[in-house]
T-cell receptor
Framework: DTAVSQTPKYLVTQMGNDKSIKCEQN?????MYWYKQDSKKFLKIMFS???????INETVPNRFSPKSPDKAHLNLHINSLELGDSAVYFC??????????????FGPGTRLTVL | AQTVTQSQPEMSVQEAETVTLSCTYD???????LFWYKQPPSRQMILVIR??????QNATENRFSVNFQKAAKSFSLKISDSQLGDAAMYFC???????????FGAGTRLTVKP
């Protein structure tokens, strides 16, 4: 019973391609997130969505676009992939926006390699 | 902007011994949360322990405890009776009370020697 799941776990692709990473949570949470972990293990938030509304949008390239078909899903679509996009991408979810004990639960990560 | 600093890129500890991982942060907020996450080789991010800034008492979870010094903006993690399974990257993280913007430190790689 994986609470936050991501597919695929590994993704190898060529520069210039368009790819998507899917995320689903079965916790009934209102808010979902995408993080990027680079080769030095630095973890940085990219986006968060609350009830289909973008709350946080860090300075990521507009080639990255989060898409949320419903509250349980937040997919990450990447256009025109570049070498520097190679990283591990984590999806996470939390019960609500801000507030007390709003713990974030992480998915297993997707390792993206751009050749 | 809030920043989180972990000054120890790597630490090692002998099995059954105690180790302390350091974390400092910078914020102008008065109400916030601090976390320690563990990332083993499996990549999964696992919450180890959390601390609410308004609580003076240090959080404890079994062998894991924190030393929270609010005035010094310090939040160290102590692991007692270290086990081989504790070997992982450990990330300190900060979140202000009223938003979801979680800020992570650069991580400390912990090695446990048998």
């Amino acid at each position: 019973d994986t609470a936050v799941s991501q597919t695929p776990k590994y993704l190898v692709t060529q520069m210039g391609n368009d790819k998507s990473i899917k995320c689903e949570q079965n916790l009934g949470h209102d808010t979902m997130y995408w993080y990027k972990q680079d080769s030095k293990k630095f973890l940085k938030i990219m986006f968060s969505y609350n009830n289909k509304e973008l709350i946080i949008n860090e300075t990521v390239p507009n080639r990255f676009s989060p898409k949320s078909p419903d509250k349980a899903h937040l997919n990450l679509h990447i256009n025109s992939l570049e070498l520097g996009d190679s990283a591990v991408y984590f999806c996470a979810s939390s019960p609500k926006h801000g507030g007390k004990r709003n713990e974030q639960f992480f998915g297993p990560g997707t390792r993206l390699t751009v050749l | 902007a809030q920043t989180v600093t972990q000054s120890q890129p790597e630490m090692s500890v002998q099995e059954a011994e105690t180790v302390t991982l350091s974390c400092t942060y910078d914020t102008s907020e008065s109400d916030y949360y601090l976390f320690w996450y563990k990332q083993p080789p499996s990549r999964q991010m696992i919450l180890v322990i959390r601390q609410e800034a308004y609580k003076q008492q240090n959080a404890t979870e079994n062998r894991f405890s924190v030393n929270f010094q609010k005035a010094a903006k310090s939040f160290s993690l102590k692991i007692s009776d270290s086990q081989l399974g504790d070997a992982a990257m450990y990330f300190c993280a900060y979140r202000a009370y009223n938003n979801n913007d979680m800020r992570f430190g650069a991580g400390t790689r912990l090695t446990v020697k048998p």
